[in-house]
Structures are given as C-alpha cells and as structure tokens.
C-alpha cells in the first residue's frame, strides 16, 4: 500500500514558477513509476510527466516540455513537478500518482495509487 500527499499549490501569475512535491508513505518507493496529472474544470484528467524507476527517465507531454521538470529523492520519498514559464492554461488540480509495471507512461488507468491533488491557479 503506498499513500501519497502533494503540496506546493498556490496562485501564480502567468510566467510564473511553482515547485509541487508528493511525499509517498510505504515500502519500496523506488520500485514505483511516479506520474503527475491534471484536471482541470470541465475537462477529463490528463497526462503532464512521468519518471520512471532507475534509471529515472523521464516523460512529459508536449504541452509542458521545456517548461516542467519531474524529479525524484529516493532518499526522502518524495517526487517534484518543477513548473516555469506557467501560463493561465495549467490552471488545473494537479495529482500524483504510482504504479508498477506500466506500459504506458501517460495513461492514468496505469497507475495504482493518487493522491488527493493540489489547486495550481495562474492568472493571467
């Protein structure tokens, strides 16, 4: 069983940066692919990142990639979406999520585990 917290939401204007972490409790967290996703109002959850166990590559959507950053700290459990250059568009709840044996980095029904999500709000 693995629980996950995020935090590191807030109100940023476009341009801005935020740095959101998720904290995963329970055994073997190196063993687990992290993934990041988003929700935004109205809209279905989609894929932003994915790193994948050692030796932590990476994956990102187009719509993030040169902005987003995904990185881990096996020693502190812990995962972190890194986002600059925010624009109003990643207005969304963002969540973390864990799985093992995935197949594909970007499909949300891969993942096992998600935690509860955190509000990323950029105004324009």
């Known amino acids: 069983q693995v629980q996950l917290v995020e935090s590191g939401g807030g109100l940023v204007q476009a341009g801005g940066s935020l740095r959101l972490s998720c904290v995963a409790s329970g055994r073997a967290f190196s063993s687990y692919a992290m993934g990041w996703f988003r929700q935004a109002p109205g809209k279905e959850r989609e894929f932003v990142s994915a790193?994948?166990?050692?030796?932590?590559?990476?994956y990102n959507a187009d719509s993030v990639k040169g902005r987003f950053t995904i990185s881990r700290d096996i020693g502190k459990n812990t995962v972190y979406l890194q986002m600059n250059s925010l624009k109003p568009e990643d207005t969304a709840v963002y969540y973390c999520?864990?799985?093992?044996?995935?197949?594909?980095?970007?499909?949300?029904?891969?993942?096992?585990?998600w935690g509860q999500g955190t509000q990323v709000t950029v105004s324009s």
């Open positions: 790193i994948t166990p050692s030796p932590g590559t990476t």
């Open positions: 999520a864990a799985g093992l044996w995935i197949r594909a980095y970007s499909r949300a029904s891969e993942y096992v585990y």
